[in-house]
T-cell receptor, first 118, second 113 residues
Framework: DAGVIQSPRHEVTEMGQEVTLRCKPI?????LFWYRQTMMRGLELLIY????????DSGMPEDRFSAKMPNASFSTLKIQPSEPRDSAVYFC????????????????FGDGTRLSIL | GESVGLHLPTLSVQEGDNSIINCAYS??????FIWYKQESGKGPQFIID?????DKRQGQRVTVLLNKTVKHLSLQIAATQPGDSAVYFC????????????FGKGTKLSVKP
């Protein structure tokens, strides 16, 4: 079965450029999550969607970051303009969301996009 | 603030021995916990989960123990193999049915042949 697919796997760009990261969640999953991982801060949740609707974007660092989910099989995370401190590995994850508090399901991660801003 | 922390940042074990990775969580309202394994260059891989109404759950060569009294979570790996070498993260969820999954900093497990 196909897992979460992220592209590109690596991105190197100059400061000030726009960066777009892409994610295809597991088919049938209705929750999608964007994380950022750095050595200093570990894994941080940036934003998550349920049924294509953004639920919590409190982890988005600042207005330079934006995320969209136009349909159930695609999401983007955009950084504009990018800065060197945005360098990190960005992960997308998806899960099936239950309707009750006892129906948690694990999140399944893609292999990430390693972003380097020069 | 509320956070998930790990007692041991690194753990080195001999191949064939059992490994125990520990995790402390701070939010008593957390009701769902997950262990992930992350290998170099890859995303976190789901290992096992446990809900707060359970104390123990077993998988293939792995066991997760939950002690709600002291807010402690552990992952036991039986007969550790070189392929188990990775960083292991615990995560807790206290945001209801989904969403707010807080990760610990991770423990690096090294298996010596």
């Amino acid at each position: 079965d196909a897992g979460v697919i992220q592209s590109p796997r690596h991105e190197v760009t100059e400061m000030g450029q726009e960066v777009t990261l892409r994610c295809k969640p597991i088919s049938g999953h209705n929750s999608l999550f964007w994380y950022r991982q750095t050595m200093m801060r570990g894994l941080e949740l940036l934003i998550y969607f349920n049924n294509n609707v953004p639920i919590d974007d409190s982890g988005m660092p600042e207005d330079r970051f934006s995320a969209k989910m136009p349909n159930a099989s695609f999401s983007t995370l955009k950084i504009q303009p990018s800065e060197p401190r945005d360098s990190a590995v960005y992960f997308c994850a998806s899960s099936s969301r239950g309707l009750s508090p006892n129906s948690n399901q694990p999140q399944h991660f893609g292999d990430g996009t390693r972003l380097s801003i020069l | 603030g509320e956070s998930v922390g790990l007692h041991l940042p690194t753990l080195s074990v001999q191949e064939g021995d059992n490994s125990i990775i520990n995790c402390a969580y701070s939010n008593s309202a957390s009701d769902y916990f997950i262990w992930y394994k992350q290998e170099s260059g890859k995303g976190p891989q789901f290992i096992i989960d446990i809900r707060s109404n359970m104390d123990k759950r077993q998988g293939q060569r792995v066991t997760v123990l939950l002690n709600k009294t002291v807010k402690h979570l552990s992952l036991q790996i039986a007969a550790t193999q070189p392929g188990d070498s990775a960083v292991y993260f615990c995560a807790e969820n206290y945001g209801g049915s989904q969403g707010n999954l807080i990760f610990g900093k991770g423990t690096k497990l090294s298996v010596k042949p």
